[in-house]
T-cell receptor, first 115, second 116 residues
């Protein structure tokens, strides 16, 4: 069975600080996909990134970066120079290739960036 | 290209009443998903369709819940005889699925159900 754990329930930082959101997953599949979504106060889940299990290259997009390590089953998300607009709930999700229809989500990390 | 839309955005009902929600996916997407999200939790999978076929249903989906996607376009989720425990945000997502590949799901704004 697939499982996603986001151990950090809430994180609070001051603007311009860097922050890392942790995600640990469990799966028996060798082919799987990992995702990060942002859920701002408005409630709509916004897709941020998708990685497959064969691509362990780290990715950077502006102030966002992702560190995928299969050895530790982790897919961590770092925001550099955080801004107030980054305040949201962030979800990590996993889809197994043999169960391609559904995603399993973690319980989310609430990030608050204070001015 | 418009995103996923859901109606209504909010629904308040009394216990025992039936409710129906609608989801309009991104037009070229062939898969449509329903999730339920309660406060402090991540979305939980309920069911999904590929075109008009319902391919998987979660054990969370009791027999009071039914979902349809009659023409492979919009979908409806009906809850019969609502209970207070049904109060949640109901999320719809759609994706363009290629064979055997876990696709990226794009979510709508959700329908928040409150059962009194």
């Amino acid at each position: 069975a697939q499982k996603v754990t986001q151990a950090q329930t809430e994180i609070s930082v001051v603007e311009k600080e860097d922050v890392t959101l942790d995600c640990v997953y469990e799966t028996r599949d060798t082919t799987y996909y990992l995702f990060w979504y942002k859920q701002p106060p408005s409630g709509e889940l916004v897709f941020l990134i998708r990685r497959n299990s064969f691509d362990e290259q780290n990715e950077i997009s502006g102030r966002y970066s992702w560190n995928f390590q299969k050895s530790t089953s982790s897919f961590n998300f770092t925001i550099t120079a955080s801004q107030v607009v980054d305040s949201a709930v962030y979800f990590c999700a996993l889809s197994e290739n043999t169960n391609a229809g559904k995603s399993t989500f973690g319980d989310g990390t609430t990030l608050t960036v204070k001015p | 290209d418009t995103g996923v839309s859901q109606n209504p955005r909010h629904k308040i009902t009394k216990r025992g009443q039936n409710v129906t929600f609608r989801c309009d996916p991104i037009s070229e997407h062939n898969r449509l998903y329903w999730y339920r999200q309660t406060l402090g939790q991540g979305p939980e999978f309920l069911t999904y369709f590929q075109n008009e076929a319902q391919l998987e249903k979660s054990r969370l989906l009791s027999d009071r819940f039914s979902a349809e996607r009659p023409k492979g376009s919009f979908s409806t989720l009906e809850i019969q005889r609502t209970e207070q425990g049904d109060s949640a945000m109901y999320l719809c997502a759609s994706s363009l699925a290629l064979a055997g590949v876990a696709d990226t799901q794009y979510f709508g704004p959700g329908t928040r159900l409150t059962v009194l």
